[in-house]
Every structure is written in structure tokens, then in C-alpha cells.
Nanobody, 122 residues
Framework: QVDLVESGGGSVQAGASLRLSCVVS????????RGWFRQAPGKEREEVAT???????RYADFVKGRFTVSKGDAENTLYLQMESLKPDDTAVYYC????????????????WGQGTQVTVSS
């Protein structure tokens, strides 16, 4: 069983920064490919950023230039550095993982965290 635990969410004003963390446990192979999703109230879940086995990253257009996904020195940690936050970034942010690059196959990852709330006020 792969477990993912997010932290770092909070309430901030527009223009502020936050860093989300995700600690992954239970199987490095099964969670080799990782990423961040978000879901705002009344909206569908959307992919924010991904981190591949080779270190390649991908970003949704709406966060390019503002968010950065990275892996910590410890292999089991994934970060999402969020800059210049906007009210539209308000959502529950989820860390996710799987053993393959789901984005290349039009699929969703198997493993999910419980989510952390990010609220950005104007």
C-alpha cells in the first residue's frame, strides 16, 4: 500500500507564496511517477504538475511560470512551490502517484493523498 500525506496548505492573500509537501511511503517503485492535482468547489479535479521518473516536469498552462514541482533530497518527498497566488488557485490540492506516467496514457494515478486546502483571498 502506498500512502501519501500532504501538508503546507493555508489561507493567504493574492500575490503570496506557499509550499506544499507530500511524503510518500509504502513503495518507491509503485510511486515512481508523482504529481499534484487540485479541485475547486463545484469544479472538476484538474492536473497541476507532474514529476517523472527521469526528473522531467510538466505543468498545466494556468500555473506555468508560477508553480514549481520538485523532489526533495529524500526520495520520498515531493514539493509544489506556488508563487504569485491568485484567488482562482483556491482549491484542495492533492498529491498523487503511480508506477507509470499516467499522463501519457490518458489515465489517472492509482494512489492519492487526503488533500490540503489552499485558500487565496483578494
Amino acid at each position: 500500500q502506498v500512502d501519501l500525506v500532504e501538508s503546507g496548505g493555508g489561507s493567504v492573500q493574492a500575490g503570496a507564496s506557499l509550499r506544499l509537501s507530500c511524503v510518500v511511503s509504502g513503495g518507491s517503485v509503485r510511486s515512481s511517477y508523482r504529481g499534484w492535482f487540485r479541485q475547486a468547489p463545484g469544479k472538476e479535479r484538474e492536473e497541476v504538475a507532474t514529476f517523472g521518473l527521469d526528473g522531467r516536469t510538466r505543468y498545466a498552462d494556468f500555473v506555468k511560470g508560477r508553480f514549481t514541482v520538485s523532489k526533495g533530497d529524500a526520495e520520498n518527498t515531493l514539493y509544489l512551490q506556488m508563487e504569485s497566488l491568485k484567488p482562482d488557485d483556491t482549491a484542495v490540492y492533492y498529491c498523487a502517484a503511480d508506477s507509470f506516467p499516467w499522463w501519457s496514457f490518458g489515465k489517472n494515478p492509482q494512489y492519492w493523498g487526503q488533500g490540503t486546502q489552499v485558500t487565496v483571498s483578494s
